[in-house]
């Protein structure tokens, strides 16, 4: 079955140690998108791409980068994790075609963060 | 002002009850709509998409108000199985806005 997949599913770093959350897709959708969401609060997003196109929220942490080495892996980088940033991360794919159907955001089963 | 905006309950509700969620957007120019539930813990799935001539599947039905920049979602007959966070999903382009989430408990 096509899919969003995440690993790891669960993430212990350390305070300020780097680390790396991957997703990848087999849908082959031109749009992925990282988010992060915490406890009882709608996931908020961070960056997207459009194929190679980077696209950063305004209020997206320096902390945070982002990679998209092709079309079915982006990854996440936290360069220093603070205790702030322990949250659950969603990776979500879309088509570029924002009418019709098929349209919706097809989300991975998200990597949960601790930072210890 | 937020993009979307939606009550966030919570609603307990019994068994059999019939519950309706409400949305609003602030994009007139939104593309297409969407209703995701998502249990605790685990990533929003998609419920339903939402059509501007309204679409029912099974207990679910949703409506669109382009007009009144409008969303709701009525469930019908409650199960247990329905307790979940709702939330409301705007598409602009390739942005997707999202809702506070509507947190549902069906009670036995």
């Known amino acids: 079955d096509a899919m969003v997949i995440q690993n790891p599913r669960y993430q212990v770093t350390q305070f300020g140690k780097p680390v790396t959350l991957s997703c990848s897709q087999t849908?082959?959708?031109?749009?992925m998108y990282w988010y992060q969401q915490k406890s009882s609060q709608a996931p908020k997003l961070l960056f997207h791409y459009y194929d190679k196109d980077f696209n950063n929220e305004a209020d997206t942490p320096d902390n945070f980068q982002s990679r998209r080495p092709n079309t079915s892996f982006c990854f996440l980088d936290i360069r220093s994790p603070g205790l702030g940033d322990a949250a659950m991360y969603l990776c979500?794919?879309?088509?570029?075609?924002?009418?019709?159907?098929?349209?919706?955001?097809?989300f991975g089963p998200g990597t949960r963060l601790t930072v210890l | 002002r937020k993009e979307v905006e939606q009550d966030p309950g919570p609603f307990n509700v019994p068994e059999g009850a019939t519950v309706a969620f409400n949305c609003t957007y602030s994009n007139s120019a939104s593309q297409s709509f969407f209703w995701y539930r998502q249990d605790c813990r685990k990533e929003p799935k998609l419920l339903m998409s939402v059509y501007s001539s309204g679409n029912e599947d099974g207990r679910f039905t949703a409506q669109l108000n382009r007009a009144s920049q409008y969303i709701s979602l009525l469930i019908r007959d409650s199960k247990l199985s329905d307790s979940a966070t709702y939330l409301c999903v705007v598409r602009d382009g390739n942005q997707f806005y999202f809702g506070t989430g509507t947190s549902l408990t069906v009670i036995p």
């Open positions: 979500a794919t879309s088509t570029h075609l924002a009418g019709g159907s098929g349209n919706e955001q097809f």
């Open positions: 849908l082959n959708h031109n749009v």
